[in-house]
Structures are given as structure tokens and as C-alpha cells.
């Protein structure tokens, strides 16, 4: 296997506006070697990318990126070769796909105030069983007409920081560690160094991860503000956490692109010993 590899991506089972299949056209269209099926809160998407995979070459690593909190800011923790049917996780990722709805259905009440919208047009955007999120309230609020596409909405409308927001329940950063390792899982810190995440992971909270079983650290990430990277690169040698690059492609949600950063073939061998969940489908 040679070529590069993107450890985060995202189809429209969460918030990406490509099915499955064609997250893996895609990457082969960018020229990886293996692309990560990274889903919010949900790991449906994995049997339909695998079997697009088949015959082409194509690696796909099976993950998912849990979304927790700490101190009220958003921290993603994305975990590689899960048990998809390991119960507490599924207790964990059903319970927040629910709250989520819920949430997104108390965003969707206030922004109607102001821009009309309803819920069955958020509904219809997400699609049957898809993790529903500010993303496809944006959708909603484009196909109105209100903004021209989702970066302006959440500038304008859906910023954590408006008065338009809602949290959903989420477990903490240290939870959704246990239970990713509990899976058989590979726990790595999603793009800590983002506006979302405020800040709040310290060191102290770091080693606290690290204890639980955190793995790895994602680093080369468009999110990562740069005044970060001088920190984070110091916690991930202090600790010999694995150091991952990735896209984070969204499709035409973000402006993302498969491949925009990569990860080096001895981290991905790394976390391929270190998962026992599940194994990556080599197409
Ligand atoms: P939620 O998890 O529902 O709070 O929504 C957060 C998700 O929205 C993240 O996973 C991002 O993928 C997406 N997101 C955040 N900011 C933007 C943006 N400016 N444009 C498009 N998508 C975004
Ligand atoms: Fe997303
Ligand atoms: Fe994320
Ligand atoms: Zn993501």
C-alpha cells in the first residue's frame, strides 16, 4: 500500500453531503491510499463504503468522531476500529444521536423567530437515520433563501456563541475515551486546537486522557489555530501520542478537500495494531 492517507472524513449519514460511495469515488478520485470513515456519533455508513471499495484498491478505515463537552465547548474525539456493536458505546452514540434531534428541534424553534423554517425541512435535508446537526439546519435555512451557504450560516445564525443556540447532551472528553477503548477502539483527539474547543484542553486534562487510553492527537488539521501547534506537539512528544494529519472533507459542506493533510503510513500502521474492534477493509 503506497500513497497517502486521510484519516477523517464524513458522508451524509452525519453531516457530509456525500452517501458512502461516493466518499470512496472521491478518494480515489484525489488519489489516496486509504480514506477514514469518520461519521458523527454513527458508524452506519461503514458496509456500504466497504462494499464500494471492493476491487478498487482503496483502504477504508472504519471510525467515527464522538462529540463531547467539557466546559461547555464542543470536543471531538475521533475513534478508529470500534466494536460497532459494543453496547455502551451504542448506548452512548444512540442517546446522543436522540439528544441531538431534540436539540436541533429547540434551534430550529427560535431561528423561526426570526428566519422562517420549519422542522420538516431540516428533516428532509438530514435524511432518513442520518446524525442531525446545525449543518443541515443550515441546509434548511439555504434552500429558504435566508443565507447563500452554510459558512454563512453558521456565521450569522448558528454560532455557539448566538442566541440561537442549543447544546445537546454529550458525555465528557474522558468518558468518550473509556468507552472507545471499552469498544476496542483507538481514541485520538480531533482538531483540539479549534475555535470550538476554546481552549479547554490543557495539559492537565491531556495527561488525564492520556491515562484513560488516549492514543493520538490530530495535529495537522485546517482547524488547529497555529498559536496551538507549539503546545500540542509538546503534549504529543511528552506523552508519545500518535500525531495525525486529515482533511475532515465534509463534500460540498466544507471547503475541505480530501488529501489537504495527511498521515505518515507508521502512525497508520500504528493504530491498525492498536485496534481490536474491527479491522480496516482493504478493497
Ligand atoms: P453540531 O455538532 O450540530 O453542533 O454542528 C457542528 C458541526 O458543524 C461540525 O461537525 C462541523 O462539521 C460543522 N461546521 C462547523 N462550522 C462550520 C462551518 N463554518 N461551515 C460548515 N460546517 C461547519
Ligand atoms: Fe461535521
Ligand atoms: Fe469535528
Ligand atoms: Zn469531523
Same mark, same amino acid.
Given at each position: ?34 480514506v ?8 452506519a455508513?461503514?458496509?456500504?463504503a ?11 478505515l ?12 464542543s ?6 476500529? &470500534? %466494536? ?5 458505546? $451504542?448506548?452512548?452514540?444512540? !442517546?446522543?444521536? =436522540?439528544?441531538? /434531534? ?5 434551534m ?15 428533516l ?36 455557539f ?6 447544546s445537546?447532551?454529550?458525555?465528557s ?7 472507545? &477503548? %471499552?469498544?476496542g477502539?483507538?481514541?485520538? $483527539?480531533?482538531?483540539?486546537? !479549534?475555535?470550538? =474547543?476554546?481552549? /479547554? ?11 484513560a487510553?488516549?492514543?493520538g ?29 486529515s ?27 492498536r ?9
Amino acid at each position: 500500500m503506497s500513497g497517502p492517507i486521510d484519516l477523517h472524513a464524513h458522508t451524509n449519514v452525519s453531516d457530509g453531503t456525500e452517501s458512502p460511495e461516493q466518499l470512496v469515488a472521491d478518494a480515489l478520485d484525489a488519489g489516496l491510499a486509504v480514506v477514514a470513515i469518520t461519521d458523527h456519533d454513527s458508524t452506519a455508513g461503514w458496509s456500504r463504503a466497504f462494499a464500494a471499495a471492493e476491487g478498487t484498491g482503496l483502504t477504508v478505515l472504519p471510525g467515527m468522531e464522538l462529540s463531547t463537552r467539557l466546559d461547555g465547548a464542543s470536543v471531538h474525539l475521533l475513534g478508529y476500529l &470500534v %466494536d460497532p456493536d459494543d453496547p455502551a458505546l $451504542l448506548e452512548l452514540t444512540e !442517546g446522543l444521536r =436522540a439528544s441531538r /434531534v431534540d436539540r436541533a428541534k429547540r434551534m430550529v424553534e427560535r431561528i423561526a423567530a426570526d428566519y422562517p423554517v420549519d422542522w420538516e425541512e431540516v428533516l428532509a435535508v438530514a435524511g432518513e437515520g442520518a446524525t442531525v446537526g446545525r449543518p443541515h439546519i443550515a441546509d434548511a435555512l439555504v434552500a429558504r433563501g435566508h443565507v447563500p451557504d452554510r459558512s454563512t450560516a453558521f456565521r450569522e445564525i448558528l454560532h455557539f456563541r448566538g442566541r440561537y443556540y442549543v447544546s445537546h447532551e454529550a458525555p465528557s472528553p474522558l468518558e468518550g475515551v473509556r468507552r472507545i &477503548v %471499552d469498544a476496542g477502539g483507538v481514541p485520538v $483527539l480531533a482538531h483540539p486546537g !479549534g475555535r470550538a =474547543a476554546r481552549g /479547554v484542553l490543557d495539559g492537565r486534562r491531556i495527561r488525564e486522557l492520556v491515562d484513560a487510553g488516549l492514543a493520538g492527537i490530530e495535529i495537522d488539521h485546517r482547524d488547529n489555530l497555529v498559536r496551538t501547534l507549539p503546545r500540542l506537539r509538546m503534549a504529543a512528544k511528552r506523552h508519545g501520542l500518535l500525531v495525525t494529519g486529515s482533511s475532515d472533507y465534509h463534500g460540498a459542506g466544507k471547503p475541505n478537500r480530501l488529501g489537504e493533510h495527511t498521515t505518515d503510513p507508521e502512525v497508520y500502521a500504528a493504530i491498525v495494531e492498536r485496534g481490536t474492534g474491527s479491522r480496516p477493509f482493504r478493497g
